[in-house]
Antibody, heavy 117, light 108 residues
């Protein structure tokens, strides 16, 4: 059974940094592209970033480009999202998800990031 | 950027009724459309991909259709567990996907 577990969320001040993790199990992590998707409180879904299976290619939404960095450690079956220069509008639940059939097939339960002073 | 517009924003129906949800793309996306279901406090769950293919374990009462710019998700007979928010998502510019604003299916 596919399982994705995010961690690392919390309260951070504007301009601060945070690193999110997503531990994967139940599938061969190193062979799947992965993504982060976020959801602001009471709002819809917004794609944030993607990373290829090997980690050699990364993609970002314009809203986070230059501030967020996605990486992965295939030896640990773990996906990461480094968040820097955080703004109030980055407040959201952050989900990791894997790509199958070119869609986001399985999702974690999410981790809440709150940016506030 | 391709914009997806979902309608209606809210659909009020009773269990056993048929639900028809719409998703319109700002330009043609062939059949590169998926549907997700999200319940309060839970992660989204993939229902349909490539416009009409049900994901693993999804009941047959869920069906998707359409191509180009107009798509529909139909739930033939609503079960109590189907009351949720539904999102469409396009992958025409994969992996830079975009989502619709969602349709809430609520109990009438």
């Amino acid at each position: 059974e596919v399982h994705l577990l995010e961690s690392g969320g919390g309260l951070v001040q504007p301009g601060g940094s945070l690193r999110l993790s997503c531990a994967a199990s139940g599938f061969t992590f190193s062979t799947y592209d992965m993504s982060w998707v976020r959801q602001a409180p009471g709002k819809g879904l917004e794609w944030v970033s993607a990373i290829s299976a090997s980690g050699d290619r990364t993609y970002y939404a314009d809203s986070v480009k230059g501030r967020f960095t996605t990486s992965r450690d295939n030896s640990k079956s773990t996906l990461y999202l480094q968040l820097k220069s955080l703004r109030a509008e980055d407040t959201a639940v952050y989900y990791c998800a894997n790509w199958q059939w070119l869609v986001l097939a399985y999702w974690g339960q999410g981790t809440l990031v709150t940016v506030s002073s | 950027e391709i914009v997806l517009t979902q309608s209606p924003a809210t659909l009020s129906l009773s269990p056993g009724e048929r639900a028809t949800l719409s998703c319109r793309a700002s330009q043609s996306i062939s059949t590169f459309l998926a549907w997700y279901q999200q319940k309060p406090g839970q992660a989204p769950r993939l229902l349909i991909y490539d416009a009409s293919t049900r994901a693993t374990g999804i009941p047959a009462r869920f069906s998707g259709g359409g191509s180009g710019t107009d798509f529909t998700l139909i739930i033939t007979s609503l079960e109590p567990e189907d009351f949720a928010v539904y999102y469409c998502q396009q992958r025409s510019n994969w992996p830079r996907v975009t989502f619709g604003g969602g349709t809430k299916v609520e109990i009438k």
